[in-house]
């Protein structure tokens, strides 16, 4: 039996993430899904940047956060990323924020993004690349 692949990417709240208010402006939690998107993508042996290399681009679709509890500066946070859906065409990474002190969920969301060429038209992932279509099912399964 398989189970769920979560990466987990480590960061420092630098103080210029914060707001007056001395709480993560909430535009940087996006950035941070970003982080571990990309970590998360290098499990699977390949980096972004491979991928544009191979005309593979994934532009997001949609985007959600839930903001829970606010992170401070110099707060150590850990960015869990894993996969809810991945079809040929697209794919949902999940994302919790949490402060690793006192292991509290700050932030829950997740990011919907197709997969495209350089022309921007959608591809069949599976049919197209076989191959890394291996890599991210791997992570999913």
Same mark, same amino acid.
């Not at 909430?26 to 191979?54: D, Q, T």
């Given at each position: @039996? /398989?189970?769920?692949?979560?990466? +987990? ?7 210029? %993430? &914060?707001?007056?208010?001395? $709480? ?21 042996? @390949? /980096?972004?940047?491979?991928?544009? +290399? ?7 679709? %949609? &985007?959600?956060?839930?903001? $829970? ?73």
């Amino acid at each position: @039996m /398989s189970s769920l692949y979560i990466n +987990e990417t480590k960061v420092v709240v630098r103080y210029a %993430e &914060t707001d007056k208010m001395g $709480i993560v402006h909430h535009s940087n939690y996006y950035a941070w899904f970003e982080v571990g998107r990309g970590e998360f993508i290098l499990e699977s042996g @390949m /980096s972004y940047r491979e991928l544009e +290399e191979n005309g593979i681009m994934m532009p997001l679709r %949609e &985007t959600y956060c839930k903001y $829970i509890k606010g992170a401070k500066y110099e707060d150590n946070i850990i960015i869990e990323t894993f996969i809810k859906e991945l079809t040929p065409v697209k794919v949902i990474f999940n994302y919790n924020v949490i402060r690793e002190e006192d292991g509290k969920l700050l932030a829950k969301g997740a990011t919907t993004q197709v997969f495209v060429n350089n022309d921007f038209k959608i591809i069949n992932l599976k049919r197209k690349y076989p191959d890394v279509w291996e890599r991210m099912h791997k992570l999913f399964t």
